[in-house]
């Protein structure tokens, strides 16, 4: 029997207020979990949520689609991005906000990190687990192709394993052939080949399971998929990735 889930936001969902300017609804139905924030005129993050929050920027990752109103975002490096009405978005932890104009800004946001957000209450927050950090480090590198910080990262003898029947597709072992396999990606989309982390799980023990959206254009064709990277490390090193693809039939085909 096929399994079908179904919830109300309105109804079902849990409400959280914010300390002033709006508040926002959280609710899941299965695997599908879902905010609406509606962040009224005058909201800003950092007077608005950081008194709940207890840290000196958002470390909430946010991914979601803006539904009306205008939001400026500003993340701790000084890079600045401005969402409105259509916008999807993609925002890194580490960052403050602010609504813009005279219009309340509605936003869905379907995120896994969405449920702590504007909880309040004491925070619980342990010890990151350092080989996930290093993930994320990683996944930054490969989109911004900084072949500095990913050979850094991988160890000299490390391998890479690649599912499928494509020309791509096999064992690579030795970072060089790892970077070359990188580039080989690169080269086969014109450079649009990225990999956008979702989220990352790790054992505390040198094992992390990480989940991402690929995107890239080849051929006038855009393929999107999901997939997961298998880490192992040793000390602050990668020494294995096993690549796990929610299409490798489709994936051979865009890569063949």
């Given at each position: 029997m096929a399994e079908m889930f179904a919830s109300n936001l309105e109804r079902?969902?849990?409400s959280r207020s914010f300390a002033a300017h709006g508040g926002a609804a959280l609710g899941s139905a299965g695997a599908v979990t879902m905010m609406r924030g509606v962040f009224e005129p005058g909201w800003r993050w950092s007077q608005d949520v950081k008194p709940l929050a207890g840290s000196e920027s958002c470390h909430t990752h946010h991914m979601g689609y803006v539904i009306s109103g205008r939001m400026h975002i500003v993340a701790d490096d000084g890079s600045?991005?401005?969402?409105?009405?259509?916008?999807?978005f993609d925002l890194a932890p580490g960052h403050d906000a602010e609504v813009v104009g005279n219009e309340p800004a509605v936003l869905l946001d379907v995120s896994p990190d969405v449920t702590g957000y504007a909880r309040g209450g004491p925070a619980v927050v342990g010890e990151p687990d350092p080989h996930v950090l290093l993930v994320k480090r990683g996944y930054q590198a490969f989109n911004s192709a900084d072949i500095t910080t990913l050979s850094e990262l991988i160890a000299a003898d490390a391998m890479t394993h690649v599912p499928g029947h494509s020309s791509l597709s096999g064992d690579y072992k030795g970072r060089d052939a790892i970077l070359g396999y990188y580039g080989q990606l690169a080269e086969m989309t014109d450079g649009t080949f990225r990999a956008d982390l979702i989220d990352a799980h790790g054992d505390g023990h040198g094992h992390v399971a990480a989940l991402h959206q690929t995107t890239a254009t080849r051929g006038g064709v855009t393929?999107?998929?999901r997939g997961t990277l298998v880490f192992t490390f040793v000390g602050d090193k990668v020494t294995d990735i096993l690549e796990l693809r929610a299409d490798i039939a489709g994936d051979d085909a865009f890569l063949s």
């Open positions: 079902d969902g849990e600045e991005l401005d969402l409105g009405p259509g916008d999807l393929r999107v998929t």
